[in-house]
């Protein structure tokens, strides 16, 4: 059985730090893009972040670059979140996901975690 399994969220005020693990069971992740959404409250899942373990490469969305870094290691199956300089709206359920295209990690997925609450209070 595949299961992504995220853990690291919590309460911290603005401007603090968090970090998201996920880890992947079931299966090898190698060619897949791993990665993270996220949900607030009335509104719709976005991208967040996201690893393409085969091409080496790395994705953002606009609103976190240079304040979140993705990382993994392929061999645990893992990635990572390093969520800094954090601020209230970023509170949301983060979700770890899987998919075979990047570009539809956030939308229909090969795989989902059950998500983890991250809230940022002013």
């Known amino acids: 059985q595949v299961q992504l399994v995220e853990s690291g969220g919590g309460l911290v005020q603005a401007g603090g730090s968090l970090r998201l693990s996920c880890t992947a069971s079931g299966r090898t992740f190698s060619s897949y893009a791993m990665g993270w959404c996220r949900q607030a409250p009335g509104k719709e899942r976005e991208f967040v972040a996201a690893s393409s373990w085969s091409l080496g490469n790395t994705y953002y969305a606009d609103f976190v670059k240079g304040r979140f870094t993705i990382s993994g290691d392929n061999a645990k199956n893992t990635v990572y979140l390093q969520m800094n300089s954090l601020k209230p709206e970023d509170t949301a359920i983060y979700y770890c996901?899987?998919?075979?295209?990047?570009?539809?990690?956030?939308?229909?997925?090969?795989?989902w975690g059950q998500g983890t609450q991250v809230t940022v209070s002013s």
């Open positions: 996901a899987a998919a075979k295209n990047t570009l539809v990690l956030c939308t229909t997925p090969d795989y």
